[in-house]
T-cell receptor, first 113, second 116 residues
């Protein structure tokens, strides 16, 4: 079945460091891919998405490129801030109207000043 | 836009009691999802509705769990009787399109349930 595997956390970085959170997926066909972020005590918010191969999603300085050949959707940011501390979830939406979002296990990111 | 509204935000109850969680989706959204989040199992989809009709409840853990959507603006998730292992954060999410895999799901703030 469809699945998403994320880099295990927790991840701790210093402010202004570069960030990469790895995400790979297994799916039939070409699903849509998403990154959600969950700040402490809140629900999940969409961070960015890509709906077809080679698309790049971007938002708030974060980027992720849909790589069909490596079935990956790694999240990157060039310079992180303390306010980026949160849990990040990679997810896919299967095609054919299956509706469900399949989530990875989440990666907790802590940025120290 | 008020976003997805959930109530209560926190619920503490004793084992054996009935618990009802409530959700108001974003107006105009046609799909509604209930998720459960725990440290051990992560984020799990329990059930989802399209146009108020339950489509897939395969994630509902047991008969103790039930969900309804009597109209487009309201849904409930009920646990009866509750058990300590039901302690988790329960999220409701809604989505505009029914058959679009590109639409975004919008999540509510969650209900943190503690069963003693």
């Amino acid at each position: 079945g469809d699945s998403v595997t994320q880099m295990e956390g927790p991840v701790t970085l210093s402010e202004e460091a570069c960030l990469t959170i790895n995400c790979t997926y297994t799916a039939t066909g070409y699903p849509s891919l998403f990154w959600y972020v969950q700040y402490p005590g809140e629900g999940l918010q969409l961070l960015l998405k890509a709906t077809k191969a080679d698309d790049k999603g971007s938002n708030k300085g974060f980027e992720a490129t849909y790589r069909k050949e490596t079935t990956s959707f790694h999240l990157e940011k060039g310079s992180v801030q303390v306010s980026d501390s949160a849990v990040y979830f990679c997810a896919l939406s299967p095609i054919q109207g299956a509706q469900k979002l399949v989530f990875g296990q989440g990666t907790r990111l802590t940025i120290n000043p | 836009d008020a976003g997805v509204i959930q109530s209560p935000r926190h619920e503490v109850t004793e084992m054996g009691q009935e618990v009802t969680l409530r959700c108001k989706p974003i107006s105009g959204h046609n799909s509604l999802f209930w998720y459960r989040q725990t440290m051990m199992r992560g984020l799990e989809l329990l059930i989802y509705f399209n146009n108020n009709v339950p489509i897939d409840d395969s994630g509902m853990p047991e008969d103790r769990f039930s969900a309804k959507m009597p109209n487009a603006s309201f849904s409930t998730l009920k646990i009866q009787p509750s058990e300590p292992r039901d302690s988790a954060v329960y999220f409701c999410a809604s989505k505009k399109g029914i058959y679009s895999d590109t639409d975004t799901q919008y999540f509510g703030p969650g209900t943190r349930l503690t069963v003693l």
